[in-house]
């Protein structure tokens, strides 16, 4: 007698809960009355010269393969942008890897570094397949809380308490999804130290590095990205990933990258060549585009962002649903506790009544519950709509 | 340019209080600030921009490029400043290149432009030549597609 097919998942697979956006979703699809506030990417089409230029790599017949590390003219573009984006210089010849999107980044870099039992810090609530990818390389996954009550902050202290001798790498996302948190320098620095101390490997993702709003609040112009890569004793240790999904709105297109020093790169290539080969090359041609021209259009959506922002928080006060401000990326991550429901309750609940969907802070991690993620990166009159029927919603509950 | 005036030429439609929650700012202020510009002519005035052919307008539009001899004093402005009074006219620039002034102008039929054309413009001092192009199909205007972009589709919830 044959075994159940059940039986034969592998157990590093059959052991990772299903996700619980994948629940979420469910609930949501197929109805058409929703305004959803729960998507994890822009509302924008990509810009329209990056589209064009992806149409013009397909007349062109530009359907190959291309290099391993993807085509050097984007590795050098890549290398150019992180040099004044994030104040670190690779070399594009062997310090950059082109990547199916940053998720595969990270799951090369998990698997390129990890020996069954190795331990890593990452901080919850997060994006969600940061734990999984840990174990699915047969790493062991060691959550970090970071607390409403900090802004979602990562301490430097929680981090310290977490080494042990089996810590080998330290995962960081700033700004983060879902909560928009993004680390305050002076503590950046304090966990730089302790990952120079521990001997620990970096591996930071800052896809939504350029979609930051904290300054502008304050009536100051936006101070340039730091990237801990950036820092003293880190450039040799850290595995910096980004991509053109957030920025650029280029989500569809699958494209992200890794610097690192020669050695991880290597390493990471090895899998990318055995199991992707190379990331699509019309996407890759379009993100040359997107690096080379792309500024002015990143900013008009930040821009865009930013005012969604300004409205969400001000409805989000008027209605009494705390929630403090976000510094980056295109969610908040308002706290529902005062409500007397979970999060996945409150999400549930809001979907049912009103047509709303938000996400469940719980499907973000433990860390998450008490709160909800609402995705701004959505059109300003939906929006204005979604914050009504929220308010409307709010205003039926005991606080 | 300011974010106010990004947002207005983007949509004039926004009244202080939505400008107000889109910049974080208060809506007094921001009434304050578009009554000054508007007394300064920083904004010169608001408008539709309409298809056309969608309501029903059969005007006929034109470009005219116009050559002109320029003064000792003031240039060309003199002149141009004339043309763009008359009512048909609804934008007038003053152009680099092969011609002086690009003027655009509308009118019912193409009679009506050929009129303006050869009876108030050629015959004016100091104008020496005009080349008139008949606007034929509206692609895109002030900034928006004639023609509806569908919507990406997006996944109502993703991570």
Redesign the interface.
């Known amino acids: 007698m044959s075994k159940r097919l059940e039986d034969r998942i592998a157990r590093q697979v059959a052991q990772i809960p299903r996700s619980g956006i994948r629940d979420f979703f469910e609930l949501v699809q197929g109805r058409d009355d929703v305004i959803s506030l729960g998507v994890g990417e822009p509302d924008f089409a990509a810009p329209w010269h990056i589209r064009e230029a992806a149409i013009y790599a397909l007349e062109r017949g530009q359907t190959s393969y291309t290099s391993n590390l993807g085509l050097l003219s984007l590795r050098r573009s890549i290398s150019r942008y992180i040099e004044s984006h994030c104040g670190v210089a690779y070399d594009p010849a062997r310090e950059v890897l082109v990547t199916v999107g940053v998720s595969e980044a990270l799951d090369l870099a998990c698997r390129a570094l990890l020996d069954p039992g190795d331990e890593v810090i990452y901080h919850t609530p997060c994006y969600v397949s940061y734990s999984p990818s840990i174990v699915m390389a047969y790493g062991v996954a060691v959550s970090v809380e970071t607390r409403v009550e900090d802004e979602f902050v990562l301490k430097a202290e929680d981090v310290a308490a977490a080494i042990t001798p089996r810590t080998k790498m330290l995962m960081l996302n700033f700004p983060t999804n879902p909560t928009g948190a993004v680390e305050p320098v002076e503590e950046l620095e304090k966990i730089a130290a302790l990952a120079v101390e521990h001997d620990l490997i970096v591996i930071t993702d800052e896809i939504y590095s350029e979609l930051t709003y904290a300054d502008e609040d304050q009536g100051q112009t936006p101070r340039a990205h730091v990237s801990i890569a950036s820092m003293p004793g880190m450039r040799e240790r850290t595995i910096l990933l980004h991509g053109f999904s957030k920025a650029h709105a280029m989500t569809g297109f699958r494209l992200g990258y890794a610097c690192a020093p020669q050695v991880l790169t290597e390493a990471m290539m090895k899998i990318h060549q055995y199991s992707m080969l190379c990331a699509p090359i019309m996407s890759q041609l379009a993100a040359v585009e997107a690096l080379e021209n792309g500024a002015p259009e990143v900013e008009r959506m930040r821009r865009a962002y930013a005012q969604r922002r300004n409205l969400l928080l001000k409805r989000f006060g008027e209605m009494g649903m705390p929630c403090f401000p976000p510094g980056g990326a295109f969610y908040a991550f308002p706290d529902v506790r005062k409500f007397g429901l979970s999060s996945q309750d409150f999400a549930l609940r809001l979907l049912e009544e009103e047509s709303v969907a938000v996400v469940p802070g719980s499907a973000f991690g433990e860390a998450g519950e008490g709160c909800v993620r609402a995705c701004y990166a959505t059109g300003m009159d939906q929006l204005k709509i979604a914050l009504e029927r929220i308010g409307n919603f709010v205003s039926r509950l005991p606080s | 340019m300011e ?1 106010l005036l ?2 207005l030429q983007q949509n004039a439609k926004l009244t202080a209080s939505e400008l107000a ?4 700012q208060d809506e007094t202020s921001i009434a304050q600030r578009i009554a000054e510009m508007e007394r300064e002519k920083v904004i010169l005035g608001y408008h539709g921009v309409i298809d056309r052919d969608k309501a029903g307008n059969h005007n006929v539009a034109a470009l005219i490029e116009v050559k002109l001899t320029p003064e000792r004093e003031g240039g060309f402005d003199r002149l141009a400043e004339r043309i763009a009074r008359f009512d048909q006219v609804s934008s007038c620039y003053l152009m680099s290149g092969g011609y002086d002034l690009a003027v655009f102008v509308e009118g019912e039929d193409l009679r009506e432009v050929a009129r303006f054309v050869t009876e108030k413009l050629s015959t004016l001092d100091g104008v020496l030549s005009t080349a008139t192009h008949f606007q034929l199909k509206v692609y895109k205007q002030s900034g928006f597609l004639a023609g509806a972009e569908t919507e ?1 589709e ?6």
């Open positions: 974010p990004e947002l929650d889109r910049l974080g990406p997006r996944l109502a919830v993703t991570p």
